[in-house]
């Protein structure tokens, strides 16, 4: 087994500027180490430019084949229980799992990062953020075969502004309620944005069973669309390889969400799919001046449990209940 290289632990300041570093190419050296660079209670910590390789695309293949004694791959950077960090310009490539993970922390702020992985890439995540508040992700490029970013519990004060995804899945806040007991998401901003072919747009998703999770007060604004298939999504009932959920209702409750000038092209016929929980239905979902088209019509929408309001240009046509 292998061992993740750690970089930091204590109250720290650390400055460091980067050029190439690359991971051993047999994946198994850190394959079932949880994280490649680690840091850990570490503050004022700082890094400009820099490429990481992870040499993922092995690890990969092996997962692609159903070898059940695949290695379960390494996030290549991860921040836990930190407060002012600065990552500047940092690329990111072929990562074994998620590329940069910011878990536990305090003001943290990603700018001009580049992430890249194959389309078809399992759980590169580009970034993460969970348990963290005060953390902003700015001017970046993020193609992978998972979330473009992925919001876990916990994560509160978040904003996101000018990226670029695509590949990939997304924007996403959740999964949710994986856990009955589980911290909320709220104030998340995602402004500002671009998504080029990528399976999702701006998402909501939550496990379909019992949880005390919640995401409130988010706002989506000023995105654009590329023939992505599920520009604006919220599925409450996501349960992979239908185990430990069939036939239960998310617990997760979903209110005041704000979809503002949402425009673009759908790859398929439903470009607002609204899927909420029959326990706990959304509230105060709020879509205004969306426009989206599928082969040069509007594109249609689909709404289960879900109560708001539609102003300004709305196309398709809002389905919410009011």
Request: net charge negative; proline share 3%.
């Amino acid at each position: 087994m292998g061992s993740s290289l750690w970089l930091g632990r204590g109250r720290n300041h650390l400055r460091a500027t980067g050029e190439v570093l690359t991971k051993q190419s047999d994946y198994h050296v850190i394959g079932n180490a949880e994280n490649w660079i680690l840091f850990e209670h570490v503050s004022g910590v700082s890094i400009n430019g820099g490429v990481l390789e992870g040499q993922g695309a092995g690890l990969w293949a092996c997962k692609k084949s159903d070898n059940s004694n695949c290695p379960s791959g390494a996030t290549t950077l991860r921040f836990s229980n930190s407060d002012n960090v600065v990552i500047n310009g940092l690329a990111s490539v072929d990562s074994q799992m998620f590329h940069i993970v910011i878990n536990g922390c305090n003001d943290v702020k990603v700018q001009g990062v580049k992430v890249s992985a194959a389309g078809d890439s399992p759980n590169t995540d580009g970034i993460h953020v969970q348990a963290s508040s005060g953390v902003t992700i700015l001017d970046s490029k993020i193609g992978t075969g998972d979330d473009c970013v992925s919001v876990g519990p916990g994560a509160t004060n978040l904003w996101i502004e000018n990226v670029a995804c695509g590949p990939g899945h997304g924007i996403s806040i959740g999964s949710l309620g994986k856990e009955q007991q589980e911290a909320g998401v709220q104030n998340v901003t995602v402004t500002s944005v671009t998504f080029t072919g990528t399976q999702n747009g701006v998402r909501i998703k939550s496990w379909g069973r019992t949880s005390s999770g919640f995401a409130r007060n988010i706002l989506f604004q000023h995105a654009l669309m590329n023939n992505v298939d599920n520009p604006i999504i919220i599925d409450q009932n996501y349960c992979p390889d239908n185990e430990n959920c069939p036939g239960q209702a998310s617990g997760v409750k979903i209110s005041d969400v704000i979809y503002q000038d949402i425009h673009g092209t759908s790859a398929t016929e439903v470009g607002v799919k609204l899927d909420c929980s029959s326990r706990n239905p959304c509230t105060g979902i709020s879509l205004e001046d969306v426009k989206l088209s599928y082969n040069n019509q509007p594109a249609e929408a689909s709404c289960t449990n879900a109560d708001g309001s539609a102003s300004g240009v709305v196309l398709p046509s809002s389905c919410l209940k009011t």
